[in-house]
C-alpha cells in the first residue's frame, strides 16, 4: 500500500485530462458508475476523480516544497465545522430560491470543471476559485472539508459501505500518524471500521503507518449484533429508494432521467401534422401553428427543425427548436446537466411561454434561474443562426 499514493496520482491526472476533453460532458454512466462504487466502498470519487480535488492536492504538495507547515483545524472546531457541508446540502435539496443557487454560482469546483470545458466563468467565480486554491497552500482540502455539498450527497450514500479502512487495535502503537496526515481531518487512530462520511478514500493513512498491517482496506469487520443492526439500516435505506422511485414513476416523473424516444418521437409526428392542439412531455413542449398567435422569432425562418447550444447551471445545454409557416412550434431540451429537480421547474414553464409568445424573451422561473437562462439562450441561438 507504500505506493497507492503513486497509483492515485497517476489516476487523478489522467481524470483532469479526460474532464479537459469534455469527458464528463455525456456522464449518465460514470455518473451511476460512481454512485455503485460509492455504495459499496466509499467516495472514490472525491479522492481520486474529482479535478477540483486534484487541484487542492496539487498545491497542498506546492506548499510542502515552499516549506510551508501545514496547519490542522483544532478538534473542538472541526467537530462544528463538519456539519458545515452537510447542512449546505440540505439548502441546496430543499430551498429552491434564487439565492441559493446565486451562492451556488460560486461553487470552485463546478466553475472549475466549466473553467476546463472552456467555459470561462465570472470574475467572482473565479476569485473564489482561486482563494479555495491558496487556502490550499496551508490547509489540505478546505473547499471539500466544509463547502462541497457534492462530497457531503457522496459521503452520507458511503455511510453504509461494505468495504472500508480497518484499523487493527492490537497492532496499533497510537502514533497518530494517520491522524495528523488526513487532509479530511478524521481521527483515524479511533476507528475500527471508518465509516465517516467526511472519507475520500485516498488512502494517506494506510501510507503513513509504520506499522504494516494496523491499517488495511477490505471488507469490514463486524460482531454479530453489529451485523444486524447494518443490515436493518441498509434494508431501511433501499425501502426508502425504492419507495421514492415508485412515487416520483406513479406522478409521472422520471427520477432517473431515463428518455421515452418513442413518446417525443409520436409526440413530434403529430405536431408537425398539425394533428395536436397543445401537449406536453417533462422534456418536450409543442403547439400546432393553428394556436399560434402572431409572427415572432420565427418570422423569415424556412420550415424545420434547428439546434441550439447554451450554458445551463451544470454545463452545456441543447435545445432543439421547431418552425412551421414562420412560427416556432415546438421547444425541445434534448439534452443537459442540471438537477432535474431545478431543470423541470424551468422547462415546465419556459418552452410554453416561448411558443405562446412566440419569441424568446420571457421571463426566468423563479427559482430555476439558470436552468430557465440556458433553455431561453438555446432557442436564441438556435434562431439567430438562421437569420444570419
Do not use: D, W, Y
Given at each position: 500500500m507504500k505506493k497507492i499514493q503513486k497509483y492515485r496520482l497517476v489516476v487523478q491526472i489522467l481524470c483532469l485530462v479526460l474532464t479537459i476533453?469534455?469527458?464528463?460532458?455525456n456522464f449518465?454512466?460514470?455518473?451511476?458508475?460512481?454512485?455503485?462504487?460509492?455504495?459499496?466502498?466509499?467516495?472514490f470519487y472525491c479522492g481520486w476523480i474529482c479535478p477540483y480535488g486534484f487541484i487542492q492536492d496539487l498545491f497542498s504538495r506546492v506548499g510542502r516544497l515552499l516549506g510551508i507547515k501545514k496547519k490542522k483545524m483544532p478538534i473542538f472546531i472541526q467537530k462544528v465545522l463538519v456539519f458545515s457541508r452537510y447542512i449546505l446540502l440540505a439548502l441546496v435539496s430543499l430551498i429552491g430560491s434564487d439565492l441559493i443557487f446565486n451562492i451556488m454560482s460560486f461553487d470552485p469546483r463546478i466553475n472549475f470543471e466549466k473553467l476546463l470545458l472552456s467555459d470561462i466563468g465570472t470574475i467572482g467565480s473565479i476569485t473564489v476559485m482561486l482563494f479555495f486554491v491558496f487556502i490550499a497552500l496551508f490547509f489540505d482540502r478546505p473547499f471539500c472539508n466544509y463547502f462541497c455539498f457534492e462530497g457531503a450527497k457522496f459521503g452520507l450514500?458511503?455511510?453504509?459501505?461494505?468495504?472500508?479502512?480497518?484499523?487493527d487495535k492490537s497492532t496499533c502503537v497510537n502514533c497518530k500518524k494517520c491522524d495528523m496526515t488526513c487532509p479530511m481531518n478524521?481521527?483515524?487512530?479511533?476507528?475500527?471500521?471508518?465509516?465517516?462520511?467526511?472519507?475520500i478514500n485516498c488512502f494517506k493513512c494506510i501510507s503513513s503507518c509504520p506499522v504494516k498491517g494496523t491499517l488495511t482496506y477490505g471488507k469490514a469487520n463486524m460482531i454479530q449484533r453489529e451485523k444486524k443492526k447494518y443490515l436493518a439500516m441498509l434494508i431501511s435505506v433501499f425501502v426508502l429508494i425504492g419507495a421514492f422511485l415508485v412515487y416520483n414513476i406513479y406522478n409521472g416523473t422520471n427520477p432517473l432521467n431515463l428518455e421515452n424516444k418513442h413518446l417525443s418521437e409520436s409526440t413530434s409526428d403529430k405536431t408537425m401534422l398539425g394533428e395536436t392542439a397543445s401537449s406536453k412531455s417533462n422534456e418536450f413542449t409543442v403547439i400546432s401553428e393553428e394556436d399560434s398567435k402572431s409572427l415572432g422569432d420565427g418570422a423569415g425562418i424556412a420550415d424545420g427543425i434547428y439546434t441550439g447550444k447554451s450554458e445551463g447551471f451544470r454545463g452545456p445545454m441543447t435545445v432543439q427548436?421547431?418552425?412551421?409557416?414562420?412560427?416556432?412550434?415546438?421547444?425541445?431540451?434534448?439534452e443537459h446537466r442540471d438537477d432535474r429537480k431545478w431543470f423541470n421547474r424551468a422547462n415546465n414553464v419556459i418552452p410554453d411561454k416561448i411558443v405562446n409568445k412566440q419569441n424568446a424573451d420571457v421571463n426566468a422561473v423563479s427559482g430555476a434561474t439558470y436552468s430557465s437562462r440556458g433553455i431561453i439562450d438555446g432557442v436564441k441561438n438556435a434562431l439567430k443562426k438562421q437569420n444570419k
Open positions: 476533453f469534455g469527458f464528463f460532458t449518465k454512466a460514470t455518473l451511476l458508475l460512481i454512485l455503485g462504487l460509492t455504495l459499496l466502498s466509499g467516495v450514500m458511503s455511510h453504509f459501505r461494505v468495504f472500508t479502512i480497518k484499523r478524521i481521527e483515524v487512530s479511533k476507528c475500527t471500521n471508518l465509516r465517516s462520511p467526511q472519507c427548436v421547431t418552425v412551421k409557416n414562420e412560427h416556432i412550434i415546438a421547444v425541445e431540451v434534448i
